[in-house]
């Protein structure tokens, strides 16, 4: 093994080791000050996590999830040199990570959070305008073969719990009287989307959910919305283009050549 | 000037771009307010990899700030001194924020923070002799040729030294500017830092370096331990204001270099803008006072070094 491989493996080791060939000046344990930087590495990675996951933090306490991240980066450290997407494996670790079953949402609050980071740092792309939707809108013909091009930033989470109520209620300035108001084991669907500078989350039906992740596909309109319907028959396909023009979130509308003519 | 030095491709931005002024790190939580007060500062300073992003707020900010105010661009990633070859795909991105951004100034690191596919987000320390001499040396000229930009090589902090360093970290340096033609960036809390815990003379330190080659000075606050055997140990946090001693030695090598751009290093425990805005501040007064003193007294570049590791 190279002097690096052996440093590095001591860095991320669990137990407390110190590579060969390190000294003091004055002939002290170079272990000592070894330690200094397994605790910087391993500090710094955890408020890496801290920052992309504070509502997960708040979810299980500070010190749990402290410890839990220690766990999962000395199983899955940083493979990129830019931390800002840093632990998006994190969900599918708490999902194996025994000690936080009991907290069945967890993970999904976890993905949720990492969607947003996401849509923080997604490509820019200019929404079409309202005025520029409304013609292919009212081209009746053709707007069921259209494919529709969505903002780079937007995701849709689908969860058997209550991810968005739960991830909203802490936002808010009185979380535990907002948490007694969530019912955690209620399916609900997550929009993200950045609208402007900022990333938005809100609970969408379950209909609208599957017309915008079937354009999101690359789905025509007319199909999005019939699959939309079979899914859940209570599906406003007026209230969901309204939502995603609002949002700025329709950035392409191509409609085929053939269906021009 | 040797046959490396005159290999350095002539670059866009030459790194002495930047004013002799100080400047701080762009904070996130600070883009607005600096948009909204435009404060007298120097320059921006920004971690390149924190803006290896796509889009969003990020790029948003930044190429605004940009347009009103000079830019540092300084690297945590590429693992300057890393046994493994450098990160060609993180290159080309650093290339892409520098095509982009065209800062006056492109620093990295003596250390290194990856090894394999492992990044360890941390600036770890080297042995210094030949065999890694010829490595960082070889690495520094695949930056700026890829670059095509001279880059500035930052003097490390660190904890432990190397049995099998045959080189002083000062003689190590001036060897890798010697070849390859780069920079110096004098981070005059490292310089402390290192030598308190090494035991040695942070002026005989500055004193060793090849003073035309410093193009930007860094301070920054650091946090105390002790080692095993009860003695000073300093970390180099990035979360405190600036001590005294730093400042003092700021001073001295203000006296042996002259006024050069100074930026405000701060990660942790980020104050409010004003606060990193005095700093700078500061640190404008002591160039001023040091281009005072140097007319007043030319001896005063024989001052005495008042600061004690």
Known sequence: ?261 | MNAHASSVPKTVGATCGLPARGGVGLKPEHFREVLSTKPDIGFFEIHAENYMVDGGPFHHYLGRIRERYPLSIHGVGLSIGGESPLDADHLDQLARLLDRYQPESFSEHLAWASHGEVFLNDLLPLPYHAATLARVCDHVDQVQNRLRHRMLLENPATYVEFAASTMAETEFIAEVVLRTGCGLLLDVNNVYVACVNHHRNPCAYIDSLPPDAVGQIHLAGFARDVDAAGDSLLIDSHGAPVAQAVWDLYRYALDRLGPLPTLIERDNDIPSFPVLLAEAHQAERLMRDAVANAAATPAAANSSCGVGA
Not at chain 1, 148 to 155: D, E, M, N, Y
Request: hydrophobic fraction near 50%; charge should be negative; include cysteine.
């Open chain 1, 1 to 261: 093994m190279s002097d690096q491989q052996v440093f590095a493996g001591a860095l991320l080791a669990a137990e407390p080791s110190c590579p060969p060939g390190l000294t003091a000046w004055n002939g002290s344990d170079p272990g000592r000050r070894f330690a200094i930087y397994r605790n910087n590495v391993v500090v710094s990675l955890i408020d890496a996590l801290a920052d992309t996951y504070p509502v997960t933090q708040e979810l299980v306490g500070e010190e749990f999830f402290r410890a839990m991240a220690r766990l999962f980066i000395q199983a899955n450290p940083p493979r990129s040199r830019m931390l800002a997407f840093y632990g998006d494996r994190l969900a599918d670790f708490i999902e194996g990570f025994p000690p936080a079953a009991a907290v069945s949402y967890l993970a999904d609050v976890a993905r949720l959070e990492m969607l947003r980071v996401s849509a923080y740092h997604a490509a820019d792309a200019v929404p079409l305008t309202p005025a520029e939707i409304a013609p292919l809108l009212e081209d009746e013909a053709a707007l069921p073969t259209a494919r529709i091009g969505l903002h780079p930033s937007l995701k849709v989470l689908f969860s058997r719990h209550a991810v968005v109520s739960l991830w909203a209620a802490h936002q808010t300035t009185d979380v535990t009287r907002a948490l007694a108001a969530v019912d955690s084991d209620v399916a609900e669907v997550a929009l993200v989307l950045r609208v402007g500078l900022d990333v938005e989350i809100s609970r969408i039906a379950a209909g609208a959910a599957v017309f915008i992740t079937g354009l999101e596909q690359g789905i025509a309109f007319g199909r999005a919305a019939e699959q939309a319907l079979a899914a859940d028959d209570a599906f406003d396909l007026a209230a969901t283009l309204g939502l995603l023009i609002r949002g700025g979130a329709i950035t392409t509308m191509i409609i085929p050549r053939s269906a021009t003519s």
